[in-house]
């Protein structure tokens, strides 16, 4: 048995392969009025693999707008992940630039069940100053 196919798995969840559009906010001042663009690589229930033009850093926190009524496990998705004005918080956790000018980012999706929000609310902050002048 060829030894390459016996490492272990360290994902809590199967990736499927997921390429569709996708807005999404990253979560400061600066930005958060701004609705960038790109598109999914792969998703799993824990996180989801993009490819942007926009440098994030890891642990940024983004907001992602994207399709998630052609996902069956989405429903069960929905039920566990912190959901903001329609769009799902992630966590930056990857950053690998790419030669042509883009980024594959990698990213957590924030859970309602963790132990501290506390992280997010700073970053979340600007979500709501965002959605506040647009509705005024």
């Avoid at 807005?23 to 490819?51: A, D, M, P, R, W």
């Avoid at 994207?66 to 769009?87: M, P």
């Avoid at 992630?90 to 990213?107: D, F, K, W």
Wanted: aromatic share 12%; glycine share 6%.
């Amino acid at each position: 048995m060829d030894n390459n196919y016996c490492q272990n798995e360290r994902r809590s969840f199967v990736r499927l392969e997921y390429s569709l559009p996708l807005g999404f906010k990253i979560c400061n001042k600066e930005t958060i009025s701004k609705l960038c663009v790109g598109y999914s690589v792969n998703i799993s229930q824990s996180g989801i693999s993009c490819n942007i033009r926009e440098k994030v850093n890891p642990d940024d926190m983004l907001w992602l707008s994207f399709d998630r009524a052609t996902l069956d496990f989405c429903r069960e998705l929905e039920k566990r992940v912190f959901i903001y004005q329609n769009g799902i918080i992630g966590s930056v956790t990857r950053v690998q630039p790419e030669e042509v000018g883009t980024y594959n980012i990698g990213l957590r999706f924030i859970t309602r069940e963790e132990k501290n929000l506390g992280n997010i609310h700073p970053q979340a902050y600007f979500f709501e100053k965002d959605f506040k002048s647009n509705h005024e």
